[in-house]
Nanobody, 124 residues
Framework: QVLLVESGGGLVQTGGSLRLSCAAS????????MGWFRQAPRKGREFVGT????????TYADSVKGRFTISRDNAKNTMDLQMNSLKPEDTAVYYC?????????????????WGQGTQITVSS
């Protein structure tokens, strides 16, 4: 079992930066691939990025590539999402998720555990 808790959400102006953190409990964190997803109002869940078990492989959605960076610290059981050059279209609830596999995935269906989400609002 893995419990995930996101933090760091809030309101930011266009062009600003925010850093989200995901704290995980459970002994399997260091062997699990992790991901970030988001859901905007009246839209479906969208893949943001994923990272493999040791942090050496990351994949990003085209919409955030070059602006967002995922990192993880297995010693602290945390995963972060650094978001720069934020745009109004980045406004959404952001979720961290964990797989039971070390292999990253862009599909939300491959993730067994989810956090409760944290709101990001980018004002224009």
């Amino acid at each position: 079992q893995v419990l995930l808790v996101e933090s760091g959400g809030g309101l930011v102006q266009t062009g600003g930066s925010l850093r989200l953190s995901c704290a995980a409990s459970g002994r399997t964190f260091s062997s699990s691939a992790m991901g970030w997803f988001r859901q905007a109002p009246r839209k479906g869940r969208e893949f943001v990025g994923t990272i493999n078990w040791n942090g050496k492989i990351t994949t990003y959605a085209d919409s955030v590539k070059g602006r967002f960076t995922i990192s993880r610290d297995n010693a602290k059981n945390t995963m972060d999402l650094q978001m720069n050059s934020l745009k109004p279209e980045d406004t959404a609830v952001y979720y961290c998720a964990a797989r039971t596999s070390p292999v990253p995935s862009t599909s939300g269906n491959d993730y067994a555990y989810w956090g409760q989400g944290t709101q990001i609002t980018v004002s224009s």
